[in-house]
Structure formats: C-alpha cells, structure tokens
C-alpha cells in the first residue's frame, strides 16, 4: 500500500476553499442613534451605550427600548421595532450566516428630536407658592402625610447566668 499524495495545486485549491466556508459568513449588525442636539445620555433596553450620536452592536432583531436624557430636555422613552432584512428568514439565514464568503453589514440609524423643557413662568410659580403658603395657614393639607410611627420591637429576654444589664460579669483578672 502506498502513500497517496495530492499535488500541491489541488491542495492548496482544497485548503482555500476549506478556509473560505470556515472563516465565511458573516453579518454585522450596528445600530446608531443620534439626537437633535447631539450630546444627551442614549440607553438601549436599559443599558447606557454612550452619549449621542451613540453606536453599538446588537445580535437579534425585535422591539427596543431607547432612553434618551440630557438636562434641560424632556426624558424620551420610546419602542423601536428593528424588522430583519430578507437575508435573514429562514432557510436564507443559514446561507448569509454560515456560507456566504463575503461580510454583510446592517446598519440602522434612529433620529430622535428632542424636546425642551417646559420652564413655568415666574408669575406661575409665584402663584403656586401663594396657594400653598395659605393653605400652611389655614391648616389645609394637600398631601396626605405619612403618620405612623416606627415598629416598636419587644425587648429580648435575659438568657439565664447573666445580670439584668444584658452583659456578662467579667470573673477573675
């Protein structure tokens, strides 16, 4: 019996090909948030990914939760559903996931706009305080107020062999 050997071209085509499916298929997916102004806090499903413009990976589509905050600005809370590309249904996904040689990328970008916020007018606040501080007066109450005192706890009973203080008599230097 002898030793077969494969000609070096064909081994080097096999070797290419068998590099090509291992290290193949390939989708990045990246989403990108900017704000209108850029700057604020940008939290996807509870997690800060930085402040805006903000980037980040993600591995599956769905529903997300984006949080935008930045001072002097409404807090955003909104759901943003990320739909998968047709590449991705099955049985496609198994091809662009496992065996396609090339990297496909994904990118989605989320513009968010946000708001002012609302500054009361002096004369509102001024008013406001007026109401309160009559009411203060008069004995109004507009919350009602926690009352209740702490739990009082029952005091432990002195174990047997020690004086009434609760603390062990020192016997002997």
């Not at 102004?37 to 980040?56: F, M």
């Not at 005091?155 to 004086?163: A, D, E, I, K, M």
Request: proline share 11%; aromatic share 6%.
């Amino acid at each position: 019996m002898g030793i077969s050997y494969i000609p070096t071209r064909k081994a080097g085509l096999i070797a290419t090909i068998a590099m090509t499916v291992v290290a193949s298929g390939c989708v990045r997916r990246r989403m990108t948030v900017r704000t209108t102004p850029p700057g604020a806090i940008v939290s996807v499903d509870n997690q800060t990914i930085g402040t805006s413009p903000a980037s980040s990976s993600f591995t599956y589509y769905g529903t997300r939760e984006f949080r935008i905050e930045k001072d002097g600005y409404e807090t955003e809370t909104i759901q943003r559903r990320l739909n998968p590309p047709w590449y991705e249904y099955p049985p496609l996904d198994f091809i662009t996931e496992t065996l396609w040689p090339w990297e496909i990328r994904d990118e989605r970008i989320i513009d968010i706009e946000l708001v002012p916020k609302k500054i009361p007018a002096i004369d509102e606040v001024l008013g406001r305080a007026d109401q309160l501080r009559g009411q203060a007066r008069s004995g109004v109450v507009t919350a009602p107020l926690e009352t209740t005192s702490p739990p009082t706890l029952p005091l432990p009973s002195t174990p047997q062999g020690l004086p009434q203080g609760g603390v062990p008599a020192v016997i002997g230097n």
